[in-house]
Nanobody, 112 residues
Framework: QVQLVESGGGLVQAGGSLRLSCAASGSIADVGGWYRQAPGKQREWVATITSSGSRAYADSVRGRFTIYRGNAENTLHLQMSSLKPEDTAVYYC????????WGQGTQVTVSS
C-alpha cells in the first residue's frame, strides 16, 4: 500500500476557498479521492477521480469542489470553494479500492 500525506487544511471564513493536496509515496491508484469526517459523525465520501479522468462528487459538494490529479502521478488535489460551516471536518485522501490506502487527514474549519 502507498503512504498518503494530506496538506492544505486550515481555518477559513464561510465563502472562502482552500486547496487540499495529497502526496503518495508511490503512484496514486486508478481510483482515488477524498472522504471527510465531522465531529461526532461518520466518515462520508466527498469525491472520486479515476485514472481516465472521470469524476464523481457527493451532492453536498457538487458545484463547489473540484477533484483533480496533479501533473505528477503521485498527487491528488481537492479545490474547495464557497465553503460552508458544514464543510468543517477532517479530510482524508484515499487511493485504491481493495486494498484502500488512507492518509492521516487534514483539518478544515470553516467559520461563519
Amino acid at each position: 500500500q502507498v503512504q498518503l500525506v494530506e496538506s492544505g487544511g486550515g481555518l477559513v471564513q464561510a465563502g472562502g476557498s482552500l486547496r487540499l493536496s495529497c502526496a503518495a509515496s508511490g503512484s496514486i491508484a486508478d481510483v482515488g479521492g477524498w472522504y471527510r469526517q465531522a465531529p461526532g459523525k461518520q466518515r462520508e465520501w466527498v469525491a472520486t477521480i479515476t485514472s481516465s479522468g472521470s469524476r464523481a462528487y457527493a451532492d453536498s459538494v457538487r458545484g463547489r469542489f473540484t477533484i483533480y490529479r496533479g501533473n505528477a502521478e503521485n498527487t491528488l488535489h481537492l479545490q474547495m470553494s464557497s465553503l460552508k460551516p458544514e464543510d468543517t471536518a477532517v479530510y482524508y485522501c484515499y487511493s485504491g479500492i481493495a486494498p484502500m490506502s488512507w492518509g492521516q487527514g487534514t483539518q478544515v474549519t470553516v467559520s461563519s
